[in-house]
């Protein structure tokens, strides 16, 4: 399934907590069109005031709640839940069943990524990039003094 | 407080979870001197079989712990736990006190950031770093495919 991608980018977040919502404000900041879905509508206050998208209060794991948020439409799916098993589950469903171009699952347990990157499913580990970050503060340091 | 410093770094790590555990592999993989501080034992399974820094299973709010690790000598004292107040409380020990020269604290809530600026205390936001990098990753393809 082959689609032509515009500027006006439909983007599904599943998950509205610190990540999810950090990413839809900044998509909606760079004016992208964003659905958010989250089961709690208490988490949907983290979104900024400005924030131009729609927000689905439902489970995303129902297939009924991903054909509410047009998942056939979307052209990138990002799954940002605290949970890797439904990160990846939804990520499959996007892909393999809808034919989503662009899914990334969040990845919380960096020793499971080389399983994930079997499945095909791209995937974004905050923990590895953040110690690597960390790292880099550290060494960055030491060279300055040099 | 000035102090030299030398390629034999000596770095304090509070809190083995998964970015403390994993920053700390990254460091040891460098042959820096690393020392990790967690109030759970089991914590410390999340090393690397070939870390070669060493463990304490203590709490790091305790002065009596940080004496222990040695924070007098430290180069760098990085802060990881799951508590945004531990954190900055053990960072704000670690410059004010015992004048460690690089202080960084992982900090949990964004909308929190301005804040401990404001106490000068390096900073280092894993979700925002993640929303920034998710963001890349959609941007990009984009540009790819114009």
């Known amino acids: 399934m082959k689609r032509n991608r515009s500027k006006d980018e439909y983007i599904i977040i599943v998950g509205c907590g610190r990540l999810g919502s950090h990413l839809a404000n900044l998509l909606s900041k760079s004016r992208k069109s964003v659905v958010v879905i989250d089961k709690e509508e208490k988490s949907f206050g983290r979104l900024s005031e400005d924030f131009s998208g729609f ?5 995303a794991i129902e297939i009924d709640t991903l054909l509410q948020a047009k998942i056939d439409k979307a052209d ?3 799954t940002t839940t605290n949970d ?3 990160n990846i589950m939804i990520a499959q469903i996007a892909k393999s069943i809808y034919g989503v171009p662009k899914v990334i699952a969040r990845l919380f347990e960096p020793s499971r990524q ?3 990157e079997e499945l095909e499913i791209e995937t974004l580990c905050p923990t590895v990039l953040s110690a690597i970050e960390f790292k880099n503060i550290i060494v960055e340091q030491e060279v300055g003094e040099k």
Do not use: C, F, L, R
């Open 76 to 78: 990138v799916v990002v």
């Open 114 to 116: 080389k399983v994930y």
């Open 55 to 59: 927000t689905i209060e439902a489970d």
């Open 84 to 86: 890797d098993n439904t």
